[in-house]
């Protein structure tokens, strides 16, 4: 017999939820807080087609509100550095978010992409439509492996070759910044609204 002696699991990508307690009011403010970027601004397109999208660092922006998903965000991404067994110490860190806010209407989606340069990448979620079916306002993650069409035929779950979600208002998703994610269309009548933001380290001055 052959005895197995180790079993790693090689460049695996992690993908983290986090939940805000309690969000129906947080999420109002948010929503008011978008409301009135939206009416004072056309807003920018990046790789949202059919939405607005603010323009500038939305956490540039000194409310209570923000503030707090502010501070959120931060706490999820050195929770994500710790789980990931990062070594470098906390104060070593400059931690740079670029968060904007986005609203997509019916129809509206994002186009398949990634956020180069940045090290983690997330998503709040704020205010999605009631009752969504199917892919309605999924967000879903591409394997960055190559040439797993191949595995398929294992159906092993690891090396499946893209995984979708439906996060609920009040959640976080928070993934590595190189893996290519995209946003089925909003079937729904109802805004989507969600905050995304990326988030890049630089060494701290000492
Ligand atoms: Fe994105």
């Known amino acids: ?34 409301n009135r970027m939206r009416a004072g601004s056309g807003g920018a397109s990046k790789s949202n087609r059919g939405g607005w999208h603010s323009e500038g660092n939305l956490f540039d922006r000194d409310t209570d509100c923000v503030n707090k998903l502010r501070d959120l965000a931060t706490e999820a991404i050195f929770t994500a550095n710790e789980k990931i067994g990062a070594q470098a110490p906390r104060e070593a860190l400059a931690l740079k978010i670029f968060a904007w806010m986005n609203a997509n209407p019916k129809g509206a989606f994002n186009a398949p992409h990634t956020h180069p ?9 704020v205010a999605q439509p009631e009752i969504e079916t199917g892919n309605s306002g999924m967000i879903e993650f591409i394997d960055p492996r190559t040439d797993l069409p191949n595995w398929r ?26 893996l290519v994610h995209w946003v089925y269309p909003n079937e729904s009548s109802e805004e989507r ?11 701290a001055r000492k």
């Open 1 to 34: 017999m052959l005895e197995q002696t180790r079993y790693e699991k090689l460049f695996s990508t992690p993908v983290f939820r986090f939940q805000v307690p309690d969000p129906v009011a947080f999420n109002e403010a948010l929503l008011e807080e978008g």
């Open 117 to 125: 340069g940045a090290h983690w990448s997330g998503v709040y979620y």
């Open 153 to 178: 035929i294992l159906q092993a779950p690891s090396f499946r070759m893209k995984k979708k979600l439906r996060p609920e208002p009040g959640e976080m998703v928070l993934f590595p910044s190189y």
């Open 193 to 203: 609204w969600s905050i995304a933001f990326n988030a890049t380290f630089r060494k």
